[in-house]
DNA sequence: CTTGACGGCTAATTGCAATTAGCCTATAAT
DNA sequence: ATTATAGGCTAATTGCAATTAGCCGTCAAG
């Protein structure tokens, strides 16, 4: 069937687990169940390969972009959503971006190769940051700048509200990138995270219920 | 002079900038000042010498454990100073973890250099949890653990507590790492999160004053 | 039915980089 | 003064892994 296809992806799981220059050509081709000359009637060569993966990932980060969702309601759309969340769905909010960025196949390899070879080509370092550092940071902080005018949350400097919600994130992964039995301690201690990230920030009690006032003459005209 | 140590130095250093399998022997003699095959008068083969580096660091971080100090202060040795730390105290403490992390010469290349070759070997994935998130993380909980006995911060969740002053410092460090240039924007971050994080987490005026008092009280005695 | 593109194979070839052989000098110990 | 050792060099050698050459079967288009 699609040997070009199975070739990459067979490459990117290798590359993820070794590193490029650990990785060789009659590796991928025996994954494939092939011999390693027939690599190269679809691909000039190693290089290009692992220049294939990038550009398909470059591909499905721009699909993807923006899809990431609070519990099945698409988060930028409906900014209302953002008025009266409530602790579970912060902790949902958290648990999809954790558990999407671990688990979804694809990013999880894709983001061990990037960490191995980003020292090597300045480029993956770039997308390492983009992809982990920069996006969810300015996506989130776009979130929570709503959630403040809203009232929701309370805080001087949004930016660094995102950056105590994301950093452990971000942190947590890391470890279970590196040890994935500690992926249940990482769970829990996100839960606590979170719970304790919001009773940090959320708005006190009278602002609560002055939001819900307003938000249900807001409905009612 | 001490050729065999020269050519630990700049293995590292090559070694932390393009990872083990990128780095030719000829380079590490090169840059020594020698030829390649001089090389094997020091180390029985290119592996003895990416050892060798392990060894030493394992040393050294031997030495070093615990040695980080507040403001000069060892910090463990005198529990008394957490029961009055002020915000610029805790900035200091921040500001030292990080700066000591980043510019440390050896430090730093050690850590891309666990950073390339964390997958590669279980064993240096295993030293870089270590240092770089389970150590720091035990040793801030002790003394965040203080300063909550001693009611100078207050929290339910010490560990949690622990993990928004440190989570932060670590994203920011991965961020120097891959772009130096960053260095004063991240700077300016950490000084913000230490700042929030202080006024997030510090005791009530209330419980200030009554702590001073029985300080004051103690001294006195 | 034949032809050419596609994709596979085996058997070279190539090239590089680690390592070894073997020699040479300086110096420190006997 | 002799000699052994440390540490450097040049010139092989080795070995591996990427790549190329060249062959073959299949199958779809004409």
């Not at 590193?19 to 060569?45: C, F, M, Q, T, W």
């Given at each position: 069937?699609?040997?070009?296809?199975?070739?990459?992806?067979?490459?990117?799981?290798?590359?993820?687990?070794?590193?490029?220059?650990?990785?060789?050509?009659?590796?991928?081709?025996?994954?494939?169940?092939?011999?390693?000359?027939?690599?190269?009637k679809h691909y000039k060569n190693k290089q290009a390969i692992f220049d294939a993966i990038l550009e398909e990932m470059n591909r499905r980060f721009l699909e993807t972009a923006g899809a990431l969702q609070i519990n099945g309601a698409d988060a930028v759309a409906d900014a209302d959503i953002y008025k009266t969340i409530s602790e579970d769905q912060l902790l949902g909010l958290g648990r999809n971006l954790f558990l999407y960025f671990l688990h979804d196949d694809y990013t999880r390899r894709f983001r061990k190769m990037l960490t191995i070879?980003?020292?090597?080509?300045?480029?993956?370092?770039?997308?390492?940051?983009k992809q982990y550092a920069d996006d969810p940071l300015s996506y989130q902080g776009m979130l929570f700048g709503l959630m403040v005018s809203a009232g929701v949350l309370k805080t001087d400097n949004v930016q660094i509200m995102t950056l105590h919600f994301y950093a452990p994130i971000y942190m947590l992964l890391t470890i279970c990138d590196r040890d994935p039995e500690r992926e249940p301690e990482a769970l829990n201690l996100l839960d606590a995270h979170?719970?304790?990230?919001?009773?940090?920030?959320?708005?006190?009690?009278?602002?609560?219920?002055?939001?819900?006032?307003?938000?249900?003459?807001?409905?009612?005209?």
């Amino acid at each position: 069937m699609d040997t070009k296809q199975r070739i990459l992806d067979e490459a990117l799981t290798l590359f993820s687990e070794k590193g490029y220059a650990n990785v060789y050509v009659a590796d991928i081709a025996e994954r494939v169940g092939i011999k390693a000359p027939s690599l190269y009637k679809h691909y000039k060569n190693k290089q290009a390969i692992f220049d294939a993966i990038l550009e398909e990932m470059n591909r499905r980060f721009l699909e993807t972009a923006g899809a990431l969702q609070i519990n099945g309601a698409d988060a930028v759309a409906d900014a209302d959503i953002y008025k009266t969340i409530s602790e579970d769905q912060l902790l949902g909010l958290g648990r999809n971006l954790f558990l999407y960025f671990l688990h979804d196949d694809y990013t999880r390899r894709f983001r061990k190769m990037l960490t191995i070879e980003q020292f090597h080509d300045k480029r993956l370092a770039d997308v390492y940051m983009k992809q982990y550092a920069d996006d969810p940071l300015s996506y989130q902080g776009m979130l929570f700048g709503l959630m403040v005018s809203a009232g929701v949350l309370k805080t001087d400097n949004v930016q660094i509200m995102t950056l105590h919600f994301y950093a452990p994130i971000y942190m947590l992964l890391t470890i279970c990138d590196r040890d994935p039995e500690r992926e249940p301690e990482a769970l829990n201690l996100l839960d606590a995270h979170i719970r304790q990230f919001n009773s940090l920030y959320a708005r006190d009690e009278d602002q609560v219920n002055e939001n819900k006032k307003k938000t249900n003459r807001r409905n009612k005209s």
